[in-house]
């Protein structure tokens, strides 16, 4: 069962039944839901009685599984057009077979057609503008202004999506609790953090509320997560056991108790040695 938790009026966070979050943004006027989780649940049922009627666009924060899979209840999805080829992989068959294993050993329930189930084509969404000398695109819900920021990182067209009226900004998996930066599309580590942090100094934010956990965080948590991986701690970052084919690592920036997985070799590369 999807539960929906009230974060500001017109700003609901949404987890599926295998913990991963959505955030449901609504002004006067139109309703944007920001991800749409496993497919475990019909986020569709879930977001209706919610939004009153009101215009929705879907807009995936990128290409993962995890964000995507529940597409399959939408006509209409969009996407950053450089992730494109992760959503083609990651609604395909082995992918869905390795969540359909996942949720049972969960005890979470999946649809009958959940492996055959068609998501549609996403499309493209234009981000016309700049920030931060980024691609973006202001959206007007009625009364709520959002900024949607292209921020490549976990992946290179992972969207944020920044609420200007609560100066409160939409992570998706560019930042968690634990990030992870070792999938095969996802940008070296330096980058990410010089990315991360332009944002960071070009917006006023004061909140962050991320995809993999259900509570808002403080603006300076991600700040200074991301700061205290510096070249020399992701340097002496130690072995984890993740994919045998990278060479995967984990650093920890002082006092948070907070994790960053990444692909050690992007960084050596990217740094140089």
Not at 108 to 114: E, R
Not at 129 to 148: E, K, N
């Amino acid at each position: 069962m999807i539960r929906v938790q009230s974060i500001f009026p017109g700003i609901d966070h949404l987890t599926d039944g295998m913990g991963v979050c959505m955030t449901l943004l609504q002004g006067t006027e139109r309703a944007l839901l920001f991800d749409t989780g496993y497919g475990t649940e019909d986020v569709r049922q879930a977001v209706a009685p919610l939004i009153h009627g009101k215009e929705l666009t879907v807009l995936l924060s990128h290409g993962h599984h995890d964000h995507i899979l529940g597409s399959r209840w939408f006509s209409r999805v969009f996407l950053a057009r450089e992730d494109f080829p992760e959503y083609r992989l990651r609604t395909g068959l082995p992918q869905r077979e390795k969540v359909a294993a996942q949720a049972a050993a969960k005890g979470v329930g999946l649809p009958a057609d959940f492996l055959t189930a068609p998501c549609p084509g996403p499309e493209a969404f234009l981000l016309p503008d700049r920030t931060a000398g980024f691609p973006s695109r202001q959206l007007d819900l009625g009364g709520l202004d959002l900024l949607v920021i292209q921020v490549p990182g976990h992946t290179p067209g992972s969207l944020m999506v920044y609420v200007e009226q609560r100066q409160l900004l939409l992570t998706a998996d560019n930042w968690n609790p634990c990030t992870w930066l070792w999938f095969p599309s996802a940008v070296p580590a330096p980058v990410w953090r010089e990315n991360m942090l332009k944002v960071l100094d070009a917006l006023p934010v004061q909140q962050v509320l991320c995809s993999h956990h259900s509570a808002l965080w403080d603006g300076e948590v991600p700040r200074r997560f991301i700061a205290g991986l510096t070249d020399s701690r992701l340097a002496l970052a130690v072995p984890v056991s993740l994919d045998p084919s990278v060479d995967t690592r984990q650093a920890s920036p002082d006092g948070e108790g907070m994790v960053f997985v990444f692909d050690y070799s992007k960084f050596r590369s990217c740094a140089g040695a």
